[in-house]
């Protein structure tokens, strides 16, 4: 049996990875969830009754500390930036009283790749770099320790890797409805096609050239599954220093996605016109989403070799092409339910 303590359970990627793990054979994993509200853990314990439920949120470092100590694997999947949780789990693995090491996934954001182009307030422009993870692993290492804004990332990458294993999984554009019991929705791509709904016309920030790797949910989620698998069998190679994944099924630029959705807008009718007129500024972007300008305008594009190579992972689901319509479909549902038609 295996103990997994998750976080984010009640959100888009660490939803879709509890579906995952619940719908596997419960009698190998033991899930403990934490979850910060009353309601969303009755919403939980109704969709998964098996799994238990922590009430506490992510400021309650001490219960994120003993629960980590107390599990094989911590999944932390709620967010990319709380230092204060990332530090409980660091302490709790590392004060196991067994001696097998503790196993500390974390989810990370692509932004990380883009430092210089935000620094530069360089938006919508074509970029030239592509991080491979494995061959590029010491410079992405190299970019975390040069941003001590990195706070969590840093934790992750200087565990001492006797006491814990730990994998970084930098999330690039997740896309693809998620399994779980509470938000399904991501960020990216819903957002321009909200917004597209909302203005009646496409629109892309600036040349439209940058472009992000992109992953479905449900790849991303048998990641996670992947190196639960890897933490079980004791597998080496996959972890600390060898543990930065940037799982991608592909690349697109902004302008192209934009583009794409308006053009999926117009064959249901949704808007009057696909063709792309309006540019925004990175300022429009900051108004229209939080972290508009760095969400939909730098460059992060990566190559997922290393849980090709290491841990037999390939993606499978939907190419973003391949799922725009059931964007701007889902995101028209709402709207209509929205305004009440
Ligand atoms: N979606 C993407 O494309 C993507 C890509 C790369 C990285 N990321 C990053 O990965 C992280 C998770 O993303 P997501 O899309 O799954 O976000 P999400 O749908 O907003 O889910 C966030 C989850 O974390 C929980 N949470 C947040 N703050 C908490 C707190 N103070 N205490 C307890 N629980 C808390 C939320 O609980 P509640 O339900 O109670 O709010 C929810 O379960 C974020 O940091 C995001 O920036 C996302």
Known sequence: MVNIFLTGATGYIGGDVLYKFATLDTSKFRVSCLVRSTDKAAQMSKAYPSVRIVQGNLDDSHIIEHESRNADVALHLASTGHSGSAAAIARGLNERSTQRPGYWVQISGA??????????????SKGDRVFDDMSDAEDILTLISKNPKRVVENLVISQDSFKVKAALVIGPLIYGEGRGP???????????????LQEKEGFRLGEGRNSWSNI????LSNLVLELVGAATSAKSGVWNKDGIYFPENGQ???GELSSRIAAAAQSRSLIP???I???ISADEAEVFMAHGSILWGTNAVGKSSRARSRLGWKPSGASLENEILNIVQCEAEKR???IGF
Do not use: C, W, Y
């Open 111 to 124: 932004t990380l790749l883009a430092g210089q182009e935000i620094a530069e307030k360089r938006f919508g």
């Open 182 to 196: 509470v938000n399904t929705r991501s960020i990216q791509a819903p957002e321009i096609a909200r917004l597209t």
């Open 216 to 219: 479905h949910v449900h790849d």
């Open 252 to 254: 697109m630029e902004f």
């Open 273 to 275: 016109d696909a063709t």
């Open 277 to 279: 007129k309006r540019v």
């Open 336 to 338: 209509s339910k929205q």
